[in-house]
């Protein structure tokens, strides 16, 4: 039974951590800790997972694959792109898991958190802690990784969504109040587009919160992609912001088996984020085409802008949470590639140089109705 009035001496508690510590008792609790943890050595090799860290990767057979970093051990598409792996990619330089480990070579503890990009469109949010020791002359980095992708997924929806909304009601409110300024046209007209925002706020929340909770069903049907595109840049133009942009349209007469309601959302965030890059003089480009012969049965969906991406956003263009507008306002890109690989089959890919400018594209291949 607990006895409350009585309590060990001081040389007694320095005594008993002394034991635990050296104990194997020690590294078994440490083992089984509910969070991720790492030690890595000064080449940032990982010696040492415990369960958690060990379950999260899928690393059953720990000597086959020893001496991994902690980037090639959460399988990020860069470290697996690289020749020398984790931490020496430009992607590495804004990660904030690479970043944290650098701080330690200065001898303190530091903190960050980094977007781990994955196959598929996925990523992975971590918060890291990282510290700097030192044990029989050899330097060692101990980290402890917290998961916090839900937590940023749903920041992140609430944010956009209630920004949106906001916005829009805003906009209604405004109307009432100047209502007496405008023909009833005029009036009909700001109605259906506010209406017409509100409603695709919303689906555009339902769908991403689906995907992100892999519970978004792919319904292939026919889709004749220049109607497909021509609805969509109609409905853009109709925005008051773009109603002075230029989209030049090629139609091709390209029909293809796909999900038109995910299709329809990757081309919507495709063309606003041209749309919001340029300016009223700068022409935008829709086409398609058939794919390469590096992706036999493959369908291009490409999207041109004039202004170019800068290095440092071309880097974490990806990412989920990373934006150019403000914090947590970072979806568009993200989803762009979340629903394209992963529901749709395809690929995502741009150039951004001074030759090209800027060119997404969306490389989709047919689907099977019982897909």
């Known amino acids: 039974m607990f006895e409350y009035r009585l309590r060990d001496s001081a040389g007694e508690i320095k005594e008993q951590a002394r ?7 020690f590294s078994l609790l440490m083992g089984d800790i509910p969070s991720m943890i790492i030690i890595m050595n000064h080449r940032r090799q990982v010696i040492y997972m415990n ?14 694959n020893i001496g991994l970093r902690p980037g090639e051990y959460l399988h990020c598409i860069h470290a697996a792109n690289s020749e020398y792996g984790c931490g020496s990619t430009d992607f590495c330089r804004v990660c904030g898991l690479f970043n944290a480990i650098e701080k330690t070579a200065k001898g303190r503890r530091t903190s960050g958190e980094c977007n781990i990009t994955l196959s598929h469109g996925e990523t992975l949010t971590f918060r890291v802690y990282a ?3 030192k044990f029989k002359g050899h330097r060692y980095i101990f980290a ?20 949106d909304i906001n916005n829009s009601v805003t906009a209604l409110n405004g109307l009432n109040e100047l ?57 853009m133009l109709n925005i008051r912001t773009f109603h002075h942009r230029k989209i030049e349209h090629k139609k091709t007469g390209l029909v293809i088996n796909t999900d038109e309601t995910l299709l329809r959302r990757v081309l919507i965030n495709t063309i606003k984020n ?45 990412q989920r949470a990373y934006s150019t507008k403000s914090p947590g306002r ?35 291949p047919h689907l099977n109705k019982n897909d």
């Open 51 to 64: 369960r958690e860290f060990s379950e999260a990767v899928n690393e059953k057979e720990k000597d086959e």
């Open 131 to 133: 510290t700097p020791f």
């Open 144 to 163: 402890y990784l917290q998961d916090i992708s839900d937590f940023k997924t749903r920041q992140l929806l609430e944010n956009i969504f209630l920004h």
């Open 179 to 235: 209502m007496d300024d405008f023909s009833m046209e005029e009036t009909k007209t700001i109605i259906n587009e506010l209406s017409t925002r509100l409603t695709d706020e919303i689906h555009s929340y339902r769908l991403i919160t689906e995907a992100e909770n892999h519970s978004l069903s792919v319904v292939v049907s026919r889709v004749d992609i220049d109607d497909l595109i021509g609805s969509i840049i109609k409905s």
């Open 274 to 318: 041209a749309l919001e890059a340029s300016t009223d003089n700068q022409e935008i480009k829709v086409y398609s085409n058939s794919g390469d012969n590096e992706k036999p049965g493959f369908f291009n969906i490409n999207v041109r802008s004039y202004p170019l991406i800068p290095k440092d956003v071309q880097l974490q263009l990806f």
């Open 330 to 364: 970072g979806w568009g890109t993200y989803s762009i590639r979340l629903l394209t690989e992963r529901y749709l089959g395809g690929r995502v890919s741009y150039v951004s140089n001074e030759k090209q400018r800027t060119l997404f594209t969306i490389s989709i």
């Open 19 to 25: 034991e635990i510590i050296n104990s194997p008792v």
